[in-house]
């Protein structure tokens, strides 16, 4: 089972809108709509902002939002702020003998 | 509040085994699957291994299939990750997470909330 594709990085202004993509197949991705994103600081856990594609767990700012088409899955961060400089991670149920993968990650910075 | 805290890790050598294991409190334990992800030093996540609340499924990485086991003593609300065979590539902080399934279909565990602080496994002579 090979890794979620996400960009490397990406960066953006404070206010500023970005998006960050997850691409995946029809196994995974593309053929359940069971796609979370998690934040991470450095020498930190992981925590969830997207489970279920779309939806915030209690406690996310409603500036974090999820999205999928076909087997494209993306999370939105708007109004961009210093403290959403972080690596963020996409997953993905997956059929086979598998259950889960995750996205290679992307380093997002607040410039 | 919920609290996962990991234990067990260490530096081990090549073809060694190591036992991690997860206390759990604030939550009905025994309701829950839980899983293990791990972090190899400077990349990304890696799912490694998920077990339901009760234990009978159980659910592994192609990556540790047949070197690792999963179980849980849902009597003392405790995870475990018995890992043999350990190579270098073993490498990394292995979290332990509650694992949430659908809403329509609990089954299919698929998110992970929240994440014990980690513990470092260092697979080196």
Known sequence: QSALTQPASVSGSPGQSITISCTGTSSDVGGYNYVSWYQQYPGKAPKVMIYEVSYRPSGVSNRFSGSKSGNTASLTISGLQAEDDADYYCSSYTSGSTLNVFGTGTKVTVL | ?125
């Open chain 2, 1 to 125: 509040e919920v609290q996962l805290l990991e234990s067990g890790g260490g530096l081990v050598q090549p073809g060694g085994s190591l036992r991690l294991s997860c206390a759990a409190s604030g939550f009905t334990f025994s309701n829950y699957a839980m899983s293990w992800v791990r972090q190899a030093p400077g990349k990304g996540l890696e799912w490694v291994s998920t077990i339901s609340g009760r234990g009978g499924g159980t659910y592994y990485a192609d990556s540790v299939k047949g070197r690792f086991t999963i179980s849980r003593d849902n009597s003392m609300n405790t995870l475990y990750l018995q890992m043999h065979s350990l190579r270098a590539e073993d490498t990394a902080v292995y979290y332990c997470a509650k694992t949430l399934g659908g809403l329509a279909a609990p089954d299919k565990y698929n998110w992970f909330d929240p994440w014990g602080q980690g513990t470092l496994v260092t697979v080196s002579s």
